[in-house]
């Protein structure tokens, strides 16, 4: 069992950034495939940005493309969401997931254990 918590979340205004930040705990012996999806009110939940097991791959979704950025740490069993020039169309919850059996999971059936989220709120 992996338990995934976020933090960093928070009201920010139009054009500021915010860093979130995803710590894993329980079975972290291997790393796993990581993902950031938002759901905003009244939309499906959308995957925004993965990175692969070792963080040689990444995925962006074109929304995101060149404001926000995925890391992780290893060591730290951590994985972070650079957000930058944050629009109010990126309010959401935003919730990291975690996928066991892929190098990279670019698919919500991929991921195997999910955080509990992290309210964004955008204000313009």
């Known amino acids: 069992q992996v338990l995934l918590v976020e933090s960093g979340g928070g009201l920010v205004q139009a054009g500021g950034s915010l860093r979130l930040s995803c710590a894993a705990s329980?079975?972290?012996?291997?790393?796993?495939?990581m993902g950031w999806f938002r759901q905003a009110p009244g939309k499906e939940r959308e995957l925004i940005t993965a990175?692969?097991?070792?963080?040689?791959?990444?995925y962006y979704a074109d929304s995101v493309k060149g404001r926000f950025t995925i890391s992780r740490d290893n060591a730290k069993n951590t994985v972070y969401l650079q957000m930058n020039s944050l629009k109010p169309e990126d309010t959401a919850v935003y919730y990291c997931a975690a996928g066991l059996r892929t190098l990279l999971a670019l698919t919500p059936y991929q991921y195997d254990y999910w955080g509990q989220g992290t309210q964004v709120t955008v204000s313009s």
């Open positions: 990175i692969s097991r070792i963080g040689t791959s990444t």
């Open positions: 329980g079975r972290t012996d291997s790393s796993y495939a």
